[in-house]
């Protein structure tokens, strides 16, 4: 994932109790497609609460809001992202602009 990238699209899921592994796979699968179908994605990483578990916030790196937006219009999206987002108690998800970084 490029360092310098000033938009992002990021998400903060609550995963069901016992979900976790699967989650994790559909995430996997998710990028998988977004990486293979569109060209203004540049890279993403998941990570995980150390102290809950079940708690994950994802990140993607993106070329301009317009790609980030063209890639969330997509029907495959839609899917993905709701297979992802079937499996939590909870999501929160938006897009942003780097401010600031050290």
């Known amino acids: 994932m490029t360092e310098d990238s000033r938009y992002w699209a990021s998400g903060n899921w609550q995963v069901s109790d016992g979900s976790a592994d699967e989650f994790i796979e559909r995430w996997k699968a998710f990028l998988s497609w977004t ?13 995980r609460d150390l102290n809950e578990p079940n708690h994950f ?3 993607s790196a993106w070329r301009d809001p317009a790609a980030m937006k063209e890639w969330q ?10 297979a992802c987002r079937a499996l939590c108690d909870d999501m929160h998800s938006g897009g942003y602009e780097l ?3 050290y």
Request: hydrophobic share 50%; net charge negative.
């Open 35 to 47: 990486k293979e179908a569109n060209d203004g994605f540049l890279g993403a990483r998941l990570v």
């Open 57 to 59: 916030v994802s990140f």
């Open 73 to 82: 219009g997509r029907p495959e999206f839609a899917e993905a992202f709701g």
């Open 99 to 101: 401010v600031v970084a």
